[in-house]
C-alpha cells in the first residue's frame, strides 16, 4: 500500500536561489526543466496509485501550466495532500478550490534573497500576507527557511518576525549535491542548534557512518519525476540509481519489501520524513 509519494511537478522556478540543488543542476545542464504534461495525465496516475498523502513539490507547483489547482479540484479527496511553494503566485484560486481538509499542510519557503518578478513580486510583507491569508481560510501554514551560509545569521530576525505573526516556522540545514558543498563552523552551528529539530540536527554535521539499513522507500513511498519515472527518494535520482519504473505505465508496481541502503546518513530531509527504516542489527526509526 502506497502510504506517502513526493511528486516533482516540475523542475522549472520562477526564483533562482543559489542554494537550491536544482538551480546548482541546472547551471551545470543537469534537471532542465521538461514539458508539463497535461494535469489530467496526473489525475490518473495518483487516482489510481492512491497513495494515503501526496506531497506535492517542484521548482515551484504554481507556475502557469501545470494546471495544479484544476487537479487538486478532482482528486479523490481520500488522498490528503501537502503543498511546498514560495507563495511568488496568487493563491485566490487555491482556496476556492480546496479545503483544508484536503491540503492539510502548506510548507510556505522563505526565500529573503528573491525579489521575484515583476508579474510575480515578492517581499517580505507580500510572503506574511499571503500565509495570514491561507491562515484565515484555515489552512495549516509553515515557513520554511533553508539556514544557508550567507544568510544564516539573520534567522534569529526572521524567526521573531515569525513569531510575531503568529506563523508557525522551521530550519532547513542547507544540503548540497557537491556543487557548493559547506561545512558548518563550530560557531554556525551553535547558532542554529536553538532553532532546529531533532528530525534536522543531523544536517548540522552530516558524515558516513558506514551504517547499513533496509528502507522502505518504494514499498511505501516514492519519488516521482516531472516525466512520471520514480524512485524510492530523491537521492537515487541525483545518483541514477535503482528506478522504479514510471507511474503513467498500469503495470507499475512497488517493491514488495524493504531494500538496503548504504546512504541514510545523507538521506535528503524529504523522504527522510516519511520512509521507514531499520539499521541492520539495530533499531527502527521512521
Given at each position: 500500500m502506497l502510504k506517502?509519494?513526493?511528486?516533482?511537478?516540475?523542475?522549472?522556478?520562477?526564483?533562482?536561489?543559489k542554494y537550491c540543488w536544482e538551480v546548482q543542476a541546472q547551471d551545470r545542464?543537469?534537471?532542465?526543466?521538461?514539458?508539463?504534461?497535461?494535469?489530467?495525465?496526473?489525475?490518473?496516475?495518483?487516482?489510481?496509485?492512491?497513495?494515503?498523502f501526496l506531497d506535492i513539490t517542484g521548482g515551484e507547483p504554481f507556475l502557469p501550466g501545470i494546471g495544479l489547482v484544476k487537479l487538486l479540484e478532482h482528486l479523490p479527496r481520500s488522498i490528503k495532500v501537502s503543498i511546498t511553494s514560495n507563495l511568488s503566485h496568487s493563491l485566490l484560486d487555491l482556496v476556492k478550490a480546496t479545503t483544508p481538509q484536503q491540503v492539510h499542510s502548506i510548507t510556505a519557503s522563505f526565500h529573503p534573497g528573491e525579489n521575484g518578478t515583476k508579474a510575480n513580486p515578492m517581499n517580505p510583507e507580500i510572503f506574511i500576507g499571503r500565509v495570514k491569508f491561507l491562515q484565515e481560510?484555515?489552512?495549516?501554514?509553515?515557513a520554511n527557511i533553508v539556514a544557508w551560509p550567507e544568510q544564516l545569521w539573520l534567522i534569529p530576525h526572521w524567526v521573531a518576525m515569525f513569531d510575531a505573526q503568529n506563523i508557525r516556522w522551521h530550519i532547513d540545514p542547507y544540503?548540497?549535491?557537491?556543487?557548493?558543498?559547506?561545512?558548518?563552523?563550530?560557531?554556525e552551528r551553535e547558532l542554529l542548534r536553538p532553532y532546529m529539530a531533532k528530525n534536522r540536527a543531523w544536517g548540522l554535521d552530516p558524515k558516513p557512518d558506514g551504517k547499513h539499513v533496509l528502507c522502505s522507500g518504494g514499498v511505501d513511498?516514492?519519488?516521482?519525476?516531472?516525466?512520471?519515472?520514480?524512485?524510492?527518494?530523491i537521492l537515487e535520482r541525483q545518483q541514477l540509481i535503482g528506478r522504479l519504473g514510471n507511474v503513467f505505465y498500469t503495470e507499475f508496481k512497488l517493491k514488495d519489501e524493504p531494500s538496503l541502503c548504504q546512504q541514510s546518513w545523507q538521506c535528503p530531509a524529504c523522504d527522510r520524513d516519511k520512509v521507514t527504516v531499520v539499521e541492520i542489527g539495530g533499531k527502527q526509526s521512521s
Open positions: 506517502t509519494a513526493i511528486w516533482w511537478t516540475t523542475m522549472a522556478c520562477n526564483f533562482k536561489c545542464g543537469e534537471f532542465k526543466p521538461e514539458p508539463f504534461l497535461p494535469w489530467e495525465r496526473w489525475l490518473e496516475a495518483w487516482t489510481r496509485l492512491n497513495p494515503q481560510f484555515g489552512f495549516q501554514v509553515t544540503q548540497s549535491i557537491a556543487y557548493y558543498p559547506w561545512e558548518y563552523t563550530e560557531a513511498h516514492i519519488s516521482v519525476q516531472p516525466n512520471g519515472d520514480a524512485w524510492r527518494c
